[in-house]
């Protein structure tokens, strides 16, 4: 049981599907998909992701402890240090970077400012405005940028529509999951968390990113002609707009749930697609 706790200091499943889009923009920006190198790549993301997830908890861990979702993470639950979590953290991240500079001088410094931008700017931005869910799409699309410019130091039209895509679809996944943790956001002092003063930014942005990731999805489709591709894409795109705008109507936690496995869904099969050709 604890070395499972210590596992959820890494957040698998986000550091996984972060490192996953990496490696698709690495192959959008027609880089050579050899094994030895396609690992690690994708393993110099996922340490950084990994890295980053552990510093958050860190720095957040009194927030943590508020919050009925985190209030029995290891920091925050003080049965491990945070300055150790501080450690753990930048070492990670260090040898992330180290490892990209391998392929990318500049993928190296995109990591580390990846890392900052995430713990630095966006985490305090949590707790002074809603807008930080904003500024928090641009570290969670950059890994995107950084595994393309493995590749090449220039970045291909593909490839920077995929970034694109990565930064647009957390809007409405940032909001289904601000519906559903609203009570535990609230607790912890953030910004975040959906409620009728900020119910018109949610409506807003969501409506703006589902007509800005349909059309990102058929610019994509130019530079890549597999219809069968671009219809699965297509069509866990609309279930996923679909889902979302239910959520915001309805504002159930059972809608946040459909929302966010039908988004995570959506970028699973595109990422997917992509890398199979």
């Not at 559903?180 to 703006?208: H, P, Q, S, T």
């Not at 979302?244 to 988004?263: W, Y």
């Amino acid at each position: 049981m604890r070395g499972f706790s210590f596992l959820s200091l890494f957040k698998m499943k986000i550091s996984l599907l972060v490192s996953l889009s990496a490696f698709t923009g690495y192959v959008l920006n027609e880089g050579e998909v050899e094994p030895v190198r396609a690992f690690i790549i994708f393993m110099s993301v996922f340490l950084s992701s990994c890295g980053a997830s552990i510093l958050n908890q860190a720095i957040e861990r009194y927030e943590d402890s508020l919050m009925e979702r985190t209030r029995t993470r290891l920091f925050a639950s003080s049965r491990l240090s945070h300055r150790l979590g501080y450690i753990i953290g930048c070492l990670l991240c260090g040898i992330s970077a180290l490892m990209l500079g391998h392929f990318s001088t500049t993928a190296s410094v995109l990591s580390l400012i990846t890392c900052f931008l995430y713990n630095f700017v966006y985490t305090p931005l949590k707790k002074k405005t809603v807008w930080a869910l904003i500024v928090g799409t641009l570290p969670g699309s950059l890994p995107v940028l950084g595994g393309a410019l493995c590749a090449s130091p220039v970045v291909t039209d593909p490839a920077f529509l995929l970034f694109l895509i990565v930064a647009f679809w957390q809007i409405p996944h940032f909001t289904a999951l601000s519906v559903f943790f609203k009570d535990d956001y609230e607790r912890a002092g953030f910004k975040i968390g959906f409620n009728e003063k900020n119910k018109k930014f949610f409506l807003i942005w969501v409506m703006l990113s589902g007509l800005v990731l349909i059309w990102l999805n058929f610019q994509l489709l130019i530079f890549n002609r597999n219809f069968i591709s671009f219809f699965l894409v297509s069509l866990t795109l609309l279930s996923s707009l679909i889902a979302s705008a239910h959520l915001i109507f309805t504002l159930s936690k059972e809608a946040s749930c459909n929302a966010v496995k039908n988004l995570s869904l959506f970028l699973t099969v595109l990422f997917v697609t992509v890398i199979v050709g």
